[in-house]
Antibody
Framework: EVQLVESGGGLVKPGGSLRLSCAAS????????MNWVRQAPGKGLEWVSS????????YYADSVKGRFTISRDNAKNSLYLQMNSLRAEDTAVYYC??????????????WGQGTTVTVSS | QSALTQPASVSGSPGQSITISCTGT?????????VSWYQQHPGKAPKLMIY???NRPSGVPDRFSGSKSGNTASLTISGLQAEDEADYYC?????????FGGGTKLTVL
C-alpha cells in the first residue's frame, strides 16, 4: 500500500525549533519529488516547500524561506522539514505530499494524514 | 507568491452541475498547463482530483472535469452527489513555487 506517515509535530514556544519527518512506503521513494503543505486551523492549504527526487532542486515559500529546511534520505525512504525560529503563524497541520513524478508541477497524488504543529508560549 | 482567487462558496442541488473558478496571473495559471484541483473533506487529507488542467487520476469519477482559459482555470462537477460536499482547492506551478487557491466550500443542498 502506498503510504506517507508524518511525525514530529507538537507544542513549541515562539523562536523554538522542530523537525518533522515523513516515512514513505509502498513505492520507489527515490523516483518522486516531495512536498510539505500546511493548513492553519480553519484556513486553506499553503504550499511550504518542495524537493526533487535527487535533492537537486529545492524551493520554499517566501513565508518560511531562511527559517525552514527541507531534506530527504532516499536510503531511508524519508522526507524531513527542519523548522527554526518558529512563529505563532506557523501553527498548522503539516502534510507530506508526493508529486506524481520526479519533479514538481504534475500534481500531488499521495498525502499523509498530517502532523500538528502548535507554536505558543 | 500570491494565492490564486477562488469563490469562497458555491452550492447546487443533487444532479445539477457547478463550476468553481480559479483565477491567477500569466506567471502561474496562465503561463503553464500545470493546474491541479484537490478535494478535502473535513478532518481529512486533500485528494487529487484533476492534474495538468484537465486530466483525472485513476478512480476519480468522470463527473469531475477541468479546463482553462487565459489566467482562469475551472473545475466542473456534473451530476452533483451528496458526497461531493467538501472544500476544493486549485493549485498552479510557477517557476519558483507552487501556489494554492484560497479554497471553495461546496454545499450540496
Amino acid at each position: 500500500e502506498v503510504q506517507l506517515v508524518e511525525s514530529g509535530g507538537g507544542l513549541v514556544k515562539p523562536g523554538g525549533s522542530l523537525r518533522l519527518s515523513c516515512a514513505a512506503s509502498g513505492f520507489t521513494f527515490s523516483s518522486y519529488s516531495m512536498n510539505w503543505v500546511r493548513q492553519a486551523p480553519g484556513k486553506g492549504l499553503e504550499w511550504v516547500s518542495s524537493i526533487s527526487s535527487s535533492s537537486s532542486y529545492i524551493y520554499y515559500a517566501d513565508s518560511v524561506k531562511g527559517r525552514f529546511t527541507i531534506s530527504r534520505d532516499n536510503a531511508k525512504n524519508s522526507l524531513y522539514l527542519q523548522m527554526n525560529s518558529l512563529r505563532a503563524e506557523d501553527t498548522a497541520v503539516y502534510y507530506c505530499a508526493r508529486e506524481r513524478y520526479s519533479s514538481r508541477r504534475y500534481g500531488m497524488d499521495v498525502w499523509g494524514q498530517g502532523t500538528t504543529v502548535t507554536v505558543s508560549s | 507568491q500570491s494565492a490564486l482567487t477562488q469563490p469562497a462558496s458555491v452550492s447546487g442541488s443533487p444532479g445539477q452541475s457547478i463550476t468553481i473558478s480559479c483565477t491567477g496571473t500569466s506567471s502561474d495559471v496562465g503561463g503553464y498547463n500545470y493546474v491541479s484541483w484537490y478535494q478535502q473533506h473535513p478532518g481529512k487529507a486533500p485528494k487529487l482530483m484533476i492534474y495538468e488542467v484537465s486530466n483525472r487520476p485513476s478512480g476519480v469519477p468522470d463527473r469531475f472535469s477541468g479546463s482553462k482559459s487565459g489566467n482562469t482555470a475551472s473545475l466542473t462537477i456534473s451530476g452533483l452527489q451528496a458526497e461531493d460536499e467538501a472544500d476544493y482547492y486549485c493549485s498552479s506551478y510557477t517557476s519558483s513555487s507552487t501556489v494554492f487557491g484560497g479554497g471553495t466550500k461546496l454545499t450540496v443542498l
